[in-house]
T-cell receptor
Framework: EPEVTQTPSHQVTQMGQEVILRCVPI?????FYWYRQILGQKVEFLVS????????KSEIFDDQFSVERPDGSNFTLKIRSTKLEDSAMYFC?????????FGPGTRLTVL | AQTVTQSQPEMSVQEAETVTLSCTYD???????LFWYKQPPSRQMILVIR??????QNATENRFSVNFQKAAKSFSLKISDSQLGDAAMYFC???????????FGGGTRLMVKP
């Protein structure tokens, strides 16, 4: 069964460093999403991507964040200058219409 | 903006018994989708069940069923014959009509007692 994959599973970085989180969505899906979950808290929407552009974004998704689909398979989330409060689980999801499939997540730890 | 509220931070059920998790939401849209996701300790998000707002019939997936009350903006999840493997965080989620934003509730931690 096709699935969304994410790499790395765990990323540790120093405050102020740039990180890139990678996702490979399910191949025939058209919508791509990033969510984050701070430990013990709710899952928060960051951004959705459709037809090679951002479709919707939340207040969290400020200028420090960017997304890209550099080729036909990968979907990346870049955080330019990480802060301590960016420590969270980051989930990628993809959808062919109206049912999202989530990846296993990347745990980002900012020291 | 849509909001999703889960009023029960924690619930407990005896194995083999039935439990209902509550969810309410606020929206001005008439067409949308609702979901329940299960998040075990591995933190993987697993889709449990989905409901289209235009369908009056409540969705059912094996031991999982929903009570969808559109006018009341309520979407509860019933788990029948609870099993130890059902223990997890459960999140209610709302997908807008455009399909480009999924909003989650705060979650309910379900404990299953043997």
């Amino acid at each position: 069964e096709p699935e969304v994959t994410q790499t790395p599973s765990h990323q540790v970085t120093q405050m102020g460093q740039e990180v890139i989180l990678r996702c490979v969505p399910i191949s025939n899906h058209l919508y791509f999403y990033w969510y984050r979950q701070i430990l013990g808290q709710k899952v928060e929407f960051l951004v959705s991507f459709y037809n090679n552009e951002i479709s919707e974004k939340s207040e969290i998704f400020d200028d420090q964040f960017s997304v890209e689909r550099p080729d036909g398979s990968n979907f990346t989330l870049k955080i330019r200058s990480t802060k301590l409060e960016d420590s969270a689980m980051y989930f990628c999801a993809s959808s062919e219409g109206y049912q999202g499939f989530f990846g296993p997540g990347t745990r980002l730890t900012v020291l | 903006a849509q909001t999703v509220t889960q009023s029960q931070p924690e619930m407990s059920v005896q194995e083999a018994e039935t439990v209902t998790l509550s969810c309410t939401y606020d929206t001005s849209e008439s067409d949308y989708y609702l979901f329940w996701y299960k998040q075990p300790p591995s933190r993987q998000m697993i889709l449990v069940i989905r409901q289209e707002a235009y369908k009056q019939q409540n969705a059912t997936e094996n031991r999982f069923s929903v009570n969808f009350q559109k006018a009341a903006k309520s979407f509860s999840l019933k788990i029948s014959d609870s099993q130890l493997g059902d223990a997890a965080m459960y999140f209610c989620a709302y997908l807008n009509n455009a399909g480009n934003m999924l909003t989650f509730g705060g979650g309910t931690r379900l404990m299953v007692k043997p």
